[in-house]
Every structure is written in C-alpha cells, then in structure tokens.
C-alpha cells in the first residue's frame, strides 16, 4: 500500500482550528466559574433550607398578617361596659393572649366571620376573645350577637371609639394582642380561623 492510500485508509480526526479552540477555553473557564459560584453558595443555600426545615418542624412563626397601623399597636386604655352588664378594663388584659373582634349588623363579612371566632372560643377557655360592636345603636349589636349566639363578651363601641384607638379603618378586624399587650397580627381577607389558631398557637410558643 502505497503512502497515499495508507493516509486515506487511516481514520480521519476531526479537524480543530483555533476558533473551535477559543469556544472550548471559554466553555470550560465558565464551567469553572460556575462551580466556583456554586462553592460559595451551597453552603448559604443550606442554611436557608435549614432554617426553614427547622421552623417547620417547630410549627412556624405567625401566619402572614395584614398590613396597618394597628399593628405593633400597644393596647389603648379604656374601660367598657359589656352588653351583658360586665365591666371589661384594658388593664385586666395584661398578661393574656387576646382577641379582639371588630363587627358591625350591617358588615356582610362579620356574619360569616363571627361564627367561626364563637366556635374558636368556645374551643379554647384560656383564650379571650372580646367582640366590639361598630354599630350605630347598641340594640343593633346585641341583636346580632344574639342572632349568632355569641357567648365571648361584646362591647357597643358608641361614636367608633375604640376603632379610632385601635386604628381599625374597616370591618371584619380581628386583631390577636399578645401577652404584653400588643397587636402582634392582624387577620387579612379571606384568611379562616385557621390562620387565627395558628397566631394564637405561636404567641403562646414565644412564651413557652
């Protein structure tokens, strides 16, 4: 066989030239910087995983709140009479994870919400829960907490007071104040009792 058949015979190597070459340099440089990015972040990336695994297991924080003035709010002081003839005084909150329920007879919202916040306290003896009345007329009030056999104490907030105080701007609020007195959160719309347990239940965690 001659030379010139033995190089025909002989496999064939793809051809590189040097732009193939630059292509290949370029690829590989950022390969290489990618798994350096990667080195750096990884180990932040597992922390955060952590963090929230950990947090999960442990049961979670608060449950997204609505934004507004009322939170971060210390409780206002005030001292009100209760539809049914009891005396309810800021004061004597202290020390309690409490829930107050802002509602009026002619809030569409309220008729649903209420319901669910009576079952949540009757549920749950260690939790107070105290209903505010935004109506006009105080027989406007009691005849709704009535209609919803509400058995948590209700006040008639006459000329919005105590909305001004806590700085609720519209109804349905509920608002969850912790042990120091404090609007920690505040249920946003749409959310189900649920979303007012799981609050309940981390307040209660912070002061384990």
């Known amino acids: 066989m001659g030379a010139q058949e033995a190089a025909e015979a002989a496999p064939r190597k793809p051809c590189v030239n040097a732009r193939t070459i630059r292509g290949l340099t370029r690829?590989?440089?950022a390969r290489a910087r990618g798994c350096a990015t990667l080195q750096r972040v990884l180990p932040r990336i597992v922390c955060v995983l952590a963090g929230v695994w950990l947090t999960a297991c442990a049961g979670g924080g608060l449950p997204p709140s609505e934004p507004g003035p009322a939170l971060g709010r210390?409780?206002?002081?005030f001292t009100r009479k209760t539809l049914a003839g009891a005396t309810i005084a800021s004061e004597s909150l202290r020390g309690k994870i409490v829930v107050v329920e802002f509602f009026a007879q002619y809030c569409k919202p309220c008729w649903r919400?209420?319901?669910?916040v009576q079952r949540l306290a009757a549920g749950d003896p260690e939790l107070v829960v105290i209903g505010v009345g935004e109506d006009e007329f105080a027989s406007q009030t009691e005849m709704m907490a009535q209609q919803l056999g509400l058995g948590f104490p209700v006040v008639h907030d006459a000329g919005?007071?105590?909305?001004?105080?806590?700085?609720?701007?519209?109804i349905p609020a509920t608002l969850l104040l912790d042990r120091s007195g404090v609007v920690r959160w505040q249920a946003r719309p749409g959310d189900e009792?649920?979303?007012?347990?799981?609050?309940?239940?981390?307040l209660r965690r912070e002061a384990e």
């Open 160 to 170: 919005n007071i105590l909305a001004a105080r806590f700085r609720v701007g519209k």
């Open 113 to 116: 919400a209420l319901p669910q």
């Open 27 to 29: 690829a590989a440089v």
């Open 193 to 202: 009792v649920a979303e007012l347990r799981r609050a309940v239940a981390a």
């Open 74 to 77: 210390a409780l206002p002081e």
